[in-house]
């Protein structure tokens, strides 16, 4: 066939074009010839000689549609009852039917009905040309018609049949759904081919408004009778209802109005009845009634300011157990203890509440922090310092100590992985590494570590927690131990160069003064046993020899050694401090001293040599004819006598431990010493401030400096003042003359 435009009978083949189009549009069987033969009809139309005759057959094709459209219509109002069904079948076949015929007239459309139409720039901008009717291509057509032919004359019927259907489906009263939902998305497919930003618009205009009005209606009606029920029945009767709705809108309408009726359901049944959920809101929570609890949160969730409410009680609710429980705890030794395991406690029970009913839900975990840290940094009152850090520090050395009982290598690292969580609420972290670094220093000199792996596994959590600068000198405690090791090594093999024996295994720990916690010097100028000093000597020789310019202060106080009972029964070996040491060697010779030949002897103060000679006294290595009120001195005439029927189960005992404890006047001293760090803490973050922006206002400087702060502790107002009234006078800044608020760096 010629593709040349030529002169053609248009009657004619309008009529062959309006058969065909009346098979395709009602799903007759329409042969592949006769479908080709009609295609190049509507070719032959578009390229005619003399001129085109596209418009014509556009505007004949409408026509058709229209008539055969207003046809349908009358059919379906006629049906009455079976009107959906009526419609339903009829626009399954003609939407269908518009599919094909958008095929068929694809030429027209190309080339005639895409270049008469308007552009998306005219549309956007409302630009109208020449007021004339939108030309559409024939798919959109067709289903334009069936909009204004069909849908809008027949609105109202259809939208009451549909609202009366879907009651009918919340009666369980089984609709036919297919036919619901064909006939709502209808209203949505009518605009398939639409340009425009609103492609609901039918759908929302004639049926999705007055179902929402219906369903508010409805729920309003089913809310005043459920609340006549207890609130617990009311939760699980409105859940069920909501997720009822949830499915009927999955099932029957479009996405775009599945958040519009949810929020329907939550007015109708939350908003309008939250004083009476609120009554019962607290008592849910305090009782731990779950499933409810599981109920008031998929209620409230979804409006924010009712949810405040579930939340704000959540958080009082475990900030109450857990200072009770806090509260409750019996001081003594066990306490510190006590107190991480009721913290982990209170944690683990709402941290598995949070997950199991409150779907894991962030705000939660949230108020759970929040509350677990107001229960570790309780303060009875406002100048009290928390003694959770204090605390916590004691309950890592007894896991880390080697008198740790009963405990595998695994179970102490899951221990200690716990004790990171009650860590990480801490305020006051920097009082927590005051103690746990001298708790360290104690037990690396002393060998009281039960693991070297777990107390390098403890230091690098709480490196992970606060970085690297937190932990810096518990590393280098570790690096001092590990020198000390080799210069050890070296040492043995100096001593074994000058041919010198010593008569006994001496090891030293050489410590770096910045590194260690080692703030209780020497009270006295000790006097060294004879048996000792050939071995001081030879070593401070060794280190003077080995790095130059370094200067040895020996710790007498924080030594130990083993003696050898060689005077009994049977021989006992004993671990003594050096003090402890220096007292018994003094009985090699006799066996009775008086005090003050004792304390001649050794050069021990006597506030330290007595407490040295009670220790001894008290394993009954020693017997004394006096026996002092702590606090008072001992007589100068109190005879020290040998016991010379020591026994002890043990051949092999340690006396130091009583004399490692921690007093109260080092506790006192760690605080002070905290509170001396902090102030040059701050100083130094205001002068990094200051030099940083060289101009800052008073508020702005107390806000950058407790945000700097906050990692390591929560500064008071006060004292961030005193700092900068301190380094005012060192004249490191000064306030401007202009403004008494305003401070200046000087450079």
Not at 174 to 196: C, D, K, L, Q, T
Not at 688 to 695: E, F, G, L, N, V
Not at 728 to 740: A, L, P
Request: net charge neutral; proline share 2%.
């Amino acid at each position: 066939m010629s593709l040349k435009p030529k002169v053609i009978d248009f009657p004619a083949t309008l009529t062959c074009i309006l058969d065909t189009v009346n098979g395709v549009i009602n799903l007759n069987k329409v042969q592949r010839q006769m479908w080709n033969d009609r295609f190049m009809d509507i070719y032959a139309v578009c390229v005619a000689y003399p001129e085109p005759l596209s418009d014509r057959l556009y505007q004949k094709t409408k026509d058709y549609l229209e008539t055969h459209v207003e046809e349908i219509c009358e059919l379906v109002s006629q049906s009455q009852e079976d009107l959906l069904v009526t419609y339903y079948s009829h626009w399954v076949k003609y939407s269908k039917g518009a599919e094909y015929l958008n095929h068929l007239y694809r030429y027209l459309n190309v080339h005639y009905i895409d270049k008469q139409k308007r552009s998306d720039a005219d549309i956007k901008y409302g630009f109208d040309l020449d007021n004339n009717e939108q030309i559409l291509v024939v798919g959109e057509l067709a289903l334009d018609i069936w909009k204004r032919r069909m849908i809008e004359q027949l609105r109202e019927k259809l939208v009451d049949l549909l609202l009366k259907e879907i009651k009918h489906d919340r009666c369980q009263e089984n609709p036919n759904p297919a036919v619901i939902h064909g006939v709502i998305s209808s209203f949505i497919e009518v605009e398939n081919y639409s340009r425009s930003k609103i492609q609901l618009q039918t759908y929302q205009s004639i049926f999705e408004k007055r179902f929402l009005q219906e369903t508010t209606e409805y729920y309003s009606q089913e809310a005043n009778c459920l609340i006549s029920l207890s609130v617990s029945e009311y939760m699980e009767k409105v859940l069920v209802r909501m997720d009822e709705e949830k499915l009927r809108t999955l099932k029957f309408l479009h996405p775009s109005s599945y958040d519009k009726v949810a929020e329907v359901m939550l007015e109708q049944f939350v908003d309008r009845h939250l004083k009476y959920l609120k009554a019962e809101c607290s008592h849910i929570v305090r009782n731990e009634c779950l499933t409810d609890l599981a109920n008031m949160y998929k209620l409230l969730k979804p409006v924010q300011h009712c949810f405040t409410v579930l939340v704000n009680e959540f958080q009082d609710h475990v900030k109450k157990t857990g200072l009770d429980k806090v509260s409750s705890l019996t001081p003594g030794d066990a306490m510190a203890s006590q107190f991480i395991d009721v913290v982990l406690d209170v944690h683990g029970r709402f941290k598995c509440m949070i997950e199991t009913t409150l779907n894991n839900d962030n705000t939660f975990i949230n108020c759970l922090d929040k509350a677990c840290s107001a229960v570790v940094n309780f303060r009875s009152g406002a100048k009290q310092i928390s003694r959770a850090s204090e605390m916590l520090s004691k309950h890592c050395d007894l896991l880390l100590k080697k008198s740790a009982k009963g405990l595998s290598e695994s179970e102490i690292e899951d221990k200690l992985n716990q004790a990171i969580i009650v860590f990480r609420y801490i305020d006051d972290k920097d009082i927590f590494q005051k103690f746990y670094s001298r708790m360290l220093a104690k037990r690396l000199i002393h060998g009281l570590s039960t693991s070297m792996d777990a107390e390098e596994g403890m230091i690098n959590k709480l490196k992970q927690v606060c970085g690297y600068e937190f932990t810096s000198k518990l590393h280098r405690m570790f690096t001092d131990m590990s020198v000390s090791h080799d210069l050890n090594i070296k040492f043995t093999d100096y001593l074994q160069h000058h041919h010198c024996v010593l008569n006994m295994s001496f090891s030293i720990c050489v410590l770096q003064t910045g590194a260690w916690p080692l703030w209780q010097t020497p009270s006295s100028a000790f006097a060294i046993p004879q048996e000792l000093e050939k071995s001081v000597q030879m070593f401070e020789k060794f280190y003077s020899e080995s790095f130059s310019g370094r200067i040895l202060t020996w710790l007498h106080h924080l030594c130990s050694g083993e003696l050898k009972l060689c005077y009994l029964k049977k021989p006992y070996y004993v671990t003594v401090t050096t003090y402890q040491m220096a007292v018994l060697l003094l009985f090699n010779n006799t066996d009775t001293l008086s005090y003050s030949d004792c304390q001649s002897n050794t050069q021990i103060s006597e506030s330290e040599l007595l407490k040295t000679i009670q220790s001894l006294v008290d394993v009954k290595l020693l017997f004394t004819d006096s026996d002092p009120k702590e606090g008072e001195p001992m007589p100068n005439t109190a005879v020290l006598q040998l016991n010379m029927e020591f026994t002890n189960k043990r051949t092999k005992f340690k006396i130091t431990t009583a004399l490692q404890k921690e007093t109260p006047q080092e506790v006192e001293q760690t605080h002070t010493s905290v509170e001396e760090d902090r102030k040059m803490y701050l100083q130094a973050a205001i002068v990094r401030i200051m030099k940083a922006r060289k101009i800052l206002k008073h508020n702005s400087l107390i806000r950058e400096v407790i945000r700097q702060a906050s990692a390591r502790f929560s500064p008071s107002i006060s004292m961030i003042k005193k700092c900068i009234e301190t380094l005012i006078d060192k004249q490191y800044i000064e306030r401007n003359k202009d403004s008494t608020d305003e401070y200046s760096y000087n450079a």
